[in-house]
């Protein structure tokens, strides 16, 4: 079956600008988290949602915001782009709330590699 | 203080040969998973091993093995036999909290790891 898909794998953006990136979760699976991985800060968990709802949230300011659908995509969005956002943005999708499985089933996309200049 | 601790920022193994890779953590809850992923040049997260904190026996898959020793809070990886493809960051991650409760991974700053022909 196909993997977490996250499109555009690459963008270059300007200060002050936003931006939208999309995650596809594997099918079945509702829960959708996204990570920030910077080399000086390494990966950071920015929020998770299950079932259109977010239901975690990391330490980021109010620029980084998402939502999910009810076809479990998810979309994070960065206002008024810093070049601190510069980043490889991760989303990982797990099948539900509750997990039974043993490794609990966080599958992870390839990224999208954010560039502000 | 930091909850997952990577102390190798670096390492070389000769093709063939074993190699560990270390990975100690800090939590209070009884109950928490431990995760080994691989991240190749190309960004994705590849998930390698999963250990649960009630788990008796250590986690195998193929040629990776945790080494799980929970009164010293340690979950070393081991790779058996290494291939030059296993050239990659390797990051330990912990998710805290009983099954369904705490919904994100805490991750380690990673470890280099170059496989020598």
């Known amino acids: 079956k196909a993997g977490v898909t996250q499109t555009p794998r690459y963008l270059i953006k300007t200060r002050g600008q936003q931006v939208t990136l999309s995650c596809s979760p594997i099918?079945?699976?509702?829960?959708v988290s996204w990570y920030q991985q910077t080399p000086g800060q390494g990966l950071q968990f920015l929020f998770e949602?299950?079932?259109?709802?977010?239901?975690n949230k990391g330490n980021f300011p109010g620029r980084f915001s998402g939502r999910q659908f009810s076809n479990s995509r998810s979309e994070m969005n960065v206002s008024t782009l810093e070049l601190g956002d510069s980043a490889l943005y991760l989303c990982?999708?797990?099948?539900?709330?509750?997990?039974?499985?043993?490794?609990?089933?966080?599958?992870f996309g390839s990224g999208t590699r954010l560039t502000v200049v | 203080a930091q909850k997952i601790t990577q102390t190798q920022p670096g390492m070389f193994v000769q093709e063939k040969e074993a190699v560990t890779l270390d990975c100690t953590y800090d939590t209070s809850d009884q109950s928490y998973g431990l995760f080994w992923y691989k991240q190749p040049s190309s960004g994705e997260m590849i998930f390698l091993i999963y250990?649960?904190?009630?788990?008796?026996q250590n986690a195998t898959e193929g040629r990776y093995s945790l080494n799980f020793q929970k009164a010293r809070k340690s979950a070393n990886l081991v790779i058996s036999a290494s291939q030059l493809g296993d050239s990659a960051m390797y990051f330990c991650a912990m998710r805290e909290g009983a099954s369904g409760s705490a919904r994100q991974l805490t991750f380690g700053s990673g470890t280099q790891l170059t496989v020598l022909p």
């Open positions: 099918s079945g699976h509702r829960s």
């Open positions: 949602y299950f079932s259109e709802t977010q239901r």
């Open positions: 990982a999708s797990s099948f539900s709330s509750v997990q039974r499985t043993a490794n609990y089933g966080y599958t």
């Open positions: 250990q649960g904190s009630y788990d008796e």
